[in-house]
Every structure is written in C-alpha cells, then in structure tokens.
C-alpha cells in the first residue's frame, strides 16, 4: 500500500465531522432503504463494477480514490421496480463539499443525469458522516429503466484523495412525477358482456422458455405463474440428446460446442423432471437440421486452420467467428468439424426413449416442435447448413422428421414451421437472399406464400399416406419496429414505448398498419386462422417465441400483459415468452396479473369473455366454468394519463364481493386496494390493475381447456 493511502487510512479513523453544516443543508431525515446495496460489504445481488484504485478494510466503507474523476459503480442485473431515491453516507476529510456526483446507468442506456451533491442534498451526522439523499425527480426525470449507481468526482483532485462511502440504498416513494396534460383524471368507458360469445383459454398461452445458461440459478422463474416451458431456440437445433448436455452456439457465439449447465449430470431428463416438479407443460424442439453436437468441446472455424478472422472468443481465442476481417464469410468445409449426422430416425429413437421413461400413464412433453428458424439456417447455423432453405427442403424435412416423431408417439402434438418473421412467413430463405422483389422460389410455387403453401402441401400428403404430421401451426412474432428489442434490450424515450405498446396491435388487428419497414397489416393471428382455414383446417395455433423488449420499463410490462390477455382473447393454444422476465420486473408482473397477482395464486379465469376497451385503457375479462367468479384485468396504455375506469358489466348477475390489485411499478408488485362500489377504477399511467367479482352462477359449466390437446401435469 503506498504512503498516501496509509495516510488516507489513518486520518479517516481520527477525523470528526467531513463539514461543518450550512444554513441551507437538508435536514429532514432520507426515506425509509427498501433495496440496500453496500452496507460494510455488498448487499445481496449486486456487484462492484468499480474502476478507481481502493483502500478498502473488510466490514468497512469503501474508499476509493477520486483522482482522475475516479468512481465507484454498484449493479445488479436483476434490478426492477420503482423507486423514491438514492441514499448513501460519505466522509471525505478536507474535501470540498461539491467535488461528488451521482448517476444512473444501464447498458445501452437514454442518457442519465450527472447530479452534482449540493447542499440540498446533505445532512450532518453527530458520528462525522454525511448522509446525502437525492431523489428519483432528478436522478431518472424519464423513468428510464436501470441497474447500476455512479458515485464519481466532479472534477480533478490530486492522487490519493479518498473518500469512504457505506450505507447505500434505493428508497422506496414515488419517483419523479409524470407531466400529465390535464391534473385531472380523465374518464373511461369499459364494457364486459356477459352474454356475448366466450371464447375458452388454454392454460399454455402463458409460456416461458429454458434458458439453460442460467437453468440452475434463476429460480424466479417459477414464481412467474407460468404454464408451460419450451425448449428451444437457435442451440437446440444442434442439441445431442445421446450425450445429454451437447449443444451448438451457432452464429450467436463462434460456433461452439458447450455444456451450457457445467454439469455433466444435467439433460433433457433433468429438464423434463423440472418440468413435472413444478407441475408446467412442456414443449421440446427437436432437430430436424440434420447435424448435432458431437462434443462439448469443439468449434467450426479455427484460427490455425481458416486463418486471422473478424473475431476470436476472448476465451478460446483459436475459436473464430467464421468471418475474414474483411467480413467475407469463410467456406465451413465440412460439418463433421463439431457435428454428427442426425436423420430423422435419430430423433425417432429421442421420441421412444422419452415415451419409454414416460411410462404408460403420464406424458412429459405435451408438444414437439420442428425445429427453429428455418429460414435462417444459412445464417445462425451455416457452419453445417450455409445453403438457404428452399419451400420444397422445408417440406421434405417437416414431412420426414414429423412421421418419425409420430412413429414414435402416435398421440403425439407436433409444431412448426417455427419461423422467425414476417419473411418467414411468406418468403423462402432462397428469396431472401435473391431479393423479394424476384421471390425466384415462390414464383415456382405458383407465388404463393410460404406458410399457405406448406400447410397445403402437408394436407395433401395427408390425404395420401394418411398419417397427419402436423398438428399445431407455430410461429414466432418480434415486433420490428425502431427500438423495441428483445429481453431487456430496447429504447425506453416516450415515443418508442408508445410505439412499443402499439405493437401489440399487429398481433390481433386486421387494420392496423404495422409501424416498422413492414409497412402493412400484419394481423397475425387472423392471418394464421385463416391460412389454416383455407389449406389445411383443424390445426391449432402458437406463437412459439415472441418479445417487447424492454423488461424492465414499465412499456415492456403493459406490452405483455396486452399481449398475453389478446392470447386469450384470440383463441391461441399456446404461447411461449421469450424467454422470461427478471425477477419482479414490469414483466415479470405482467404475467402475475393473469396468473398470481395476490401472491396466493390467484389467476385469471379459464373463460374468456367480450369486452370493449378504450383509446387509452385495454380490458379482458374471464370467469370460471360455473359462472360464479368474474376475473378482469384492466391496462392504462398511456404513460402520462390517470384514468377513471368504470366498468360497465352487460348481462351479468348482481356483483358480490370484490378484490382490487394493481401495479404501477412498485418493487413490491401487486397491492390490494379499497374496493370501489361505483364499479370505478382508478388507473395510473402504465399500470395493470386486477378486479376480481363474485357472481351469481350464469348458465351451465363448459368444456375445460383441455380441450386444445395439451393437457397441464396434475397439480
């Protein structure tokens, strides 16, 4: 340790007060820490991004030195919820009172903030600290989403000036104030009709998907409420069920073959015992690629073979991305690099083993879906597949891997085509890279669409082998408009969330005109009923991987609980989120409000009934099979407006008791509330709020939602 910290150290013990107090220091005390970060050591998830050189003692404050504007940062990626302010103590011996500054940040962040610590701000301590308080008004004026505090000098200060910080924290309160354009609330007219037309709800419109990186650790995502889980994306088109624990990472991450678990013990058994111990459906992607993982250790593009690339894995560094550093893409030669041939009989042997561990009286995997994306194969995996996937190889695969499948499990649900987009549903990747305009293999299928095209063509092998193939159309829906994103990425600026929740609309909306390069009505559910209507009646509907983006803004939430009430609405058999949210985010409580929003389980109803929203406010409604129980779930679409709902109920018996939840944005999540005898709600801005009735009985019980065909593990 050199001279100048020892000194720092000494005269941090024996110095008193950091300041004398001025006439116009803070003196009320900061609001109550309700998400503690530092207190002699870090405080639960969060980690010290720190760059400043230290002189820190164990069970200490931190003490970092502020030369060169040196600071401190504390994250935590799990980090969600609504705020009041940031509080922490300092002393800083002989240092000017202004030379400190606070911040927020987030990867890929709006701009926060840089404010300075005034006066205002501070408040002597009778033990020499000084506590500083500053609030969310002038921290984060946009509500942007965040996960880490700055601490940083303001200005240069000489070498070894130290200033020791403890006692940080998040409060709890209100953040910054919303600008309304009118202080009043406006009011809104919503309607459920109680004799109109219901619509039943499977329980597997509220998905997830297995994240396998993080299977082990994030255990929240079992307090989500969720139904049901897939086992998909870009690595299990390469995943060697024989080994167990082989994947491909494809394109995303230098074509390597890992363990993604770092457990040999782990694999799709592990997994679909996860899947009944928590009493969730399951759906598995299964390849039909061709090729999987002969390895866990194995990369396509090695430097000393393919030469210098583009990039190299910071950890591998003779694993390269497969791109020159021109950005040209190298020729992969052969796949037997990192894979294994996988025919169709090779997942037929998958199929009968998990039938085998089944058992005759209990199923584990409620739907098989058909691989992922395609039509993006000479992309995500060109290292065995770099030709574009043409209509007729899409078909032969569905045709060839989908009998073996139904070989292997004759009562089988079986999915597909599980492409990506809007290109995907209507173009061939060999279109896609000759251009859409010239659409060369769709014009020699008579340019019809991709999708129609191939249900029609299954159909017609239907009727002449007499073995059906597929049982469920899947699709995957990303909204492309500027900024959105996917998981926790995407622009949180006041015009991009609106946009974000308008998205919502291409999902069910045959007017709505798509705000992105699409340009067009989108109406994908419609779209799908009616493609299975004309080509191939009979199969379900899915949305195998959809995002908003945006998790953690309050956006991201209102997007998804649209979305998952518009599932139901719509009559889709099954919906799997991409691929879930971080604990007690907006998203994260979007799928609490439909399936846990008083902590005890309590969930939406599986009936669905008609309702009339408005403008700004979105409603569903549900009720239970016997009629006694009416369950609605009401959003505030705008981010600046406090609204009035009153809630017309049309046709329905007389109300009995009532249970109010709602969430707008506090770290706590749902809170119950009065109950509102004037069948009036109040709204914040972006919030979702859960009105629970008891009603008298209204007409028979119905068929459960069992019967789409996939039937939840019994609870």
Not at 4 to 31: H, N, V, W, Y
Not at 189 to 203: A, F, K
Not at 251 to 274: G, I, K, P
Not at 582 to 591: I, L, N, R, V, Y
Request: glycine residues 10%; contains cysteine; proline residues 8%.
């Amino acid at each position: 340790m050199r001279f100048a910290e020892l000194l720092a150290l000494a005269f941090f013990s024996a110095c008193g007060r950091a300041a004398t107090p001025g006439a116009d220091e803070r003196i009320a005390p900061a609001p109550a820490v309700v998400e503690p970060m530092f207190r002699g050591g870090l405080v639960g998830a969060w980690e010290d991004y720190g760059w400043a050189p230290r002189a820190t003692v164990p069970g200490g404050p931190e003490r970092f030195d502020l030369a060169r504007h040196g600071g401190w940062v504390l994250a935590n990626a799990h980090l969600s919820g609504r705020y009041g302010g940031l509080v922490f103590r300092y002393r800083a011996p002989g240092l000017a009172d202004d030379v400190l500054q606070v911040r927020l940040d987030a990867p890929n962040a709006d701009v926060f903030p840089r404010v300075p610590v005034t006066a205002a701000h501070r408040l002597a301590l009778d033990d020499g600290w000084v506590e500083v308080f500053v609030t969310m008004a002038e921290l984060n004026p946009h509500q942007a989403p965040f996960d880490r505090v700055v601490l940083q000098a303001r200005r240069s200060v000489r070498h070894g000036t130290y200033v020791a910080v403890d006692q940080v924290g998040l409060t709890g309160g209100e953040t910054a104030p919303v600008p309304t354009a009118d202080a009043v609330a406006t009011t809104v007219d919503l309607e459920v009709d109680c004799l109109g037309t219901t619509q039943v709800i499977s329980p597997l419109i509220y998905g997830i998907a297995l994240s396998p990186l993080r299977e082990l650790q994030d255990h929240h995502q079992w307090a989500l409420g969720a139904t049901a889980r897939r086992w998909g994306g870009n690595p299990s088109s390469r995943y060697n069920w024989e080994l167990g624990n082989a994947w491909n990472t494809g394109a995303d991450y230098f074509f390597r073959n890992v363990n993604y678990t770092q457990r040999d013990d782990w694999s799709w058994q592990t997994f679909l015992a996860s899947e009944q111990e928590h009493h969730v459906a399951t759906a598995l992607t299964v390849p039909m690629l061709g090729w999987v993982a002969r390895d866990t250790t194995a990369f396509s593009f090695p430097v000393a073979e393919f030469g210098a690339q583009q990039h190299v894995d910071p950890d591998h560094p003779q694993a390269g991305n497969g791109l020159t550093p021109a950005g040209v893409a190298l020729d992969p030669s052969s796949p037997l690099r990192t894979s294994v041939a996988a025919p169709p009989e090779f997942i037929e042997k998958w199929v009968r083993a998990i039938r085998a561990r089944d058992g005759t009286r209990t199923r584990s995997v409620d739907l098989y879906i058909l691989d992922n994306e395609p039509m993006l194969w000479h992309d995500t995996q060109r290292d065995v597949h770099p030709a574009p996937v043409s209509y007729d190889e899409l078909l032969s695969r569905t045709l060839a891997y989908g009998a073996a499948i139904r070989r292997a499990d004759p009562e089988a649900l079986i999915a597909g085509p599980a492409d990506w987009g809007w290109p995907g549903y209507l173009w061939s990747a060999v279109d896609a890279k000759a251009g859409f305009r010239l659409r060369p293999d769709r014009r020699a299928h008579g340019d019809v669409p991709l999708v129609p095209w191939y249900l029609a063509q299954l159909a017609a092998a239907e009727r002449k082998t007499g073995v059906r193939v597929l049982d469920v159309l899947d699709l995957h829906y990303y909204p492309q408009g500027k900024g959105i994103g996917v998981g926790l990425d995407g622009a949180t600026d006041a015009a991009t969330s609106a946009r974000r929740i308008r998205s919502t609309r291409s999902l069910w909306d045959p007017s709505w005109v798509d705000e992105s390069w699409i340009g067009e009505p989108i109406a994908l559910i419609p779209r799908m009923r009616t493609w299975v209507a004309e080509n191939d009646p009979g199969l379900k509907l899915s949305i195998g991987e959809y995002s908003f983006g945006a998790e953690r803004h309050p956006s991201g939430g209102i997007a998804l609980a649209e979305a998952l009430g518009r599932f139901g609405q719509n009559g889709l058999s099954s919906a799997f989120y991409w691929t879930y949210p971080p604990e007690g985010s907006p998203a994260f409580q979007a799928f609490r409000a439909f399936r846990n929003y008083d902590g005890h389980g309590a969930a939406f109803q599986p009936v669905s009934l008609p309702t009339t929203g408005a403008t700004e406010a979105s409603l569903f409604a549900s009720r239970n099979a016997g009629g006694t129980v009416l369950t609605m779930v009401a959003l505030n679409l705008s981010g600046t407006q406090t609204l009035d709902a009153r809630v017309l109920l049309k046709g329905c018996p007389a109300m009995g008791s009532q249970r109010v939840f709602s969430y707008d944005g506090d770290p706590k999540g749902f809170a119950e509330h009065p109950v509102s005898k004037e069948k009036t709600y109040r709204l914040a801005p972006w919030s979702m709020t859960v009105i629970e009735v008891t009603l008298l009985p209204l007409r028979a019980p119905e068929a459960p939602a069992a019967e789409h065909g996939m039937h939840l593990p019994p609870t």
